[in-house]
């Protein structure tokens, strides 16, 4: 499985978030996968300064898959952090919005995936409470 963080926006019009994962499946040939999922775009992105973008919702519904580098994301719920390897699952397209800063120097590569409309992501959120990592 791999670890996601999914974000959306509240009653109160603040980003809120809580930690999970995405769940795969036993496939064919023995790995693990996901459903696939229909995408309206994907498109690599790099940064590497961080931009100071301050609070501000995401413009889409979308995946966004970390390549390289660590950031801290902040919320109306507290800060979590994303590693390589890390889904965040964006759905706070409206209201305060999330801030976000680089830790250390390396860039924050990643890969921007767009959802359609009708796309069904298999999060599953933690069983526990909230984990900030």
């Known amino acids: 499985m791999f670890r996601c963080v999914r974000l959306w926006t509240g009653t109160d019009q603040q980003s809120h978030f809580e930690d999970g994962v995405i769940e795969l499946e036993l496939g064919l040939r023995g790995d693990a996968l996901s459903p696939k ?11 590497d ?10 413009p889409a519904r979308q995946l966004v898959i970390t390549l390289s580098g660590t950031l801290e994301f902040e919320t109306a719920d507290g800060r979590f952090t994303l590693r390589q390897g890390d889904v965040l699952f964006t759905e706070d397209t409206s209201g305060a919005g999330h801030n976000w800063k680089m ?13 359609e409309p009708d796309s069904v ?13």
């Open 37 to 47: 999922l229909p995408l309206g775009s994907a498109s690599f992105h790099e940064t």
């Open 49 to 58: 300064a961080d931009p100071g973008l301050g609070w501000h919702p995401d």
């Open 103 to 115: 830790i250390g120097d390396a860039p924050w590569r990643r890969l921007y995936t767009v959802l």
């Open 121 to 133: 992501v298999p999060f599953r959120p933690a069983t526990s409470a909230k984990t900030v990592a």
